[in-house]
């Protein structure tokens, strides 16, 4: 059995690449996920981020289940690294929030060995994936198949925040951080619309599955890829016990994420030759595939907030759910998330260098590694979480087996560089300066978590490595660009391989400054245009 292009994953990037070149009449695309099916509440409405999460046995039927290696700067803890394995990937399981990143961070991909990938190069892509609900600035999307909205009927501390945080940093509200400037204090923008989560399996390839050259095969996993010489010419993928072959008559195109596309280049032998020879695979390209891992990281500060409006009880979360489906329009159809802001530590720093997520829930604490439900005060709450947007460690995915079935050794070597340590515990410290600013301080009765025990830099730091946790945004372990450092080029083409390309975070070389999903889906747009040569 042939096609012309097969997609391997869809996920948010995955989705986008195969609804846009089956909008060519004459390419048949087949997708192959390996999670199930997306169409189900749990996926669909925004409330059910928590259960998907907190739920072992819901996270288990969503999530691949994966752990970080234990390391001494993070207490040799195991921290959970959540990834979808479902119909929609981790935009299916995410929390909706939609950021672009700095304009910097393009220009500087673009600067460091990816020309063609500037701001400039990269903004007519975001603008075609997106309908937002209004365009002051001219740099917005309005007629997209993603609809992108702001935070609605935000809960007052979290009002406060967004004000607190302009007060703060002296920079005013900032009516659109995807626009022209970033800094600021801002409502959330979230990929959701009318109670429904707006992934690019939503918007993108279920409404392209009508089209008969698109095909869409779930619970196919991929054990292996096939060549003829140094051309990938197809798949070899297990679904319902059998063992299925398909030939690619154009590409293969790996969607699957920072995780799994290295596992997967790996496995058929394009990696690291030492550790390819480790594990007996022969050596197909020599290339650093699963170098420059590296992610975000945030820690969460939790304050008690008597108009916070939730409470972390089993009565307000079914309540919420019964209002939504009797009634529509309430928090349970809306993402947690509400405001946001993106300050500079210093003010010698040329943007914003860091991310301050809140949500008027209380977190768990101090970490939630073990499997379980996690215990969380009940009390109303903000949680304010002070966010390592650009951090310098960089760590590295390996095998740690031939079998395609075991799970890769996944180390970003979080804290390892001292400048990520230093600037958590001033974040620490930032936050804390806004919560006391007049803005938000009637708002707030007490810090909770972790409490006036760690007032000071001292203490902050040894807590750290206790309270941590990554914000899901695993970047750059296939990065683009033009030298030995690079596994693609800069149209996502492997090196030294025909007919392969990878789509999806792993090609960035440097994380953006935000939530990763929105830039991934514009790699998605940009490389659909540059397969079809448009």
Known sequence: MSTDYIVVGAGSAGSIVAARLSEDSGANVVVLEAGGTD?????????MLSLIHQVPQIKEKFDWG???????????????????????????????????????????????????WSYDDVLPYFKKMETFEDDASGVRGTSGPMKVTRAKDVSPVSDAFRHAVAEWNQTGLNDDYNGEKQEGGALFQLNQADGVRQSSSECFLQPALSRPNLR??????????????????????EQGGETHTLRAEKEVILCA?????????????????????????????DLPVGQNLHDHLFLPIVFVAPNGGHRGTAGHFFGGMLSEYLFGGGWFGRSVFEAIGFVKTDPSEPIANMQLHSLPWSYPAPNRDAP???????????TVQPSLIYP???????????DPKAPPHIDPHFLEDPYDMDFLVKGAEITREILRGPAIAQEIALELEP???????????????NRIGTIYHPVGTCRMGVDERAVVDIELRVRGIEGLRIVDASVMPTVTGGNTNAPTMMIAEKAAAMIRGS
């Open 39 to 47: 169409r189900t509440t749990i996926c669909r409405k925004p409330g």
């Open 66 to 116: 994966l752990y970080c290696n234990p390391r001494e700067e993070s207490h040799n803890r195991k921290i959970p690294y959540p990834r979808g394995k479902v119909v929609g990937g981790s935009g299916a399981i995410n929390g909706m929030v939609f950021v672009r990143g700095n304009k910097k961070n393009f220009d500087d991909w673009a600067e460091d060995g990816a020309p063609g």
């Open 216 to 237: 869409l095969e779930m619970r196919a996993e991929l054990t292996e890829l096939l060549f003829e010489g140094t051309r990938c010419v197809g798949v070899k993928y």
């Open 257 to 285: 994420g920072a995780v799994h596309t290295p596992k997967i280049l790996m496995l058929a032998g394009i990696g690291p030759a030492n550790h390819l020879r480790e594990h007996g695979i022969t050596c197909r390209a």
């Open 372 to 382: 379980g439900i996690p215990e969380v005060d009940t009390r109303p709450a903000l």
């Open 392 to 402: 310098k460690s960089r760590g590295e995915l390996l095998l740690t087996s031939a």
């Open 451 to 465: 409490g006036p025990a760690y007032e000071s830099p001292e203490r902050m730091r040894a807590e750290i490595p």
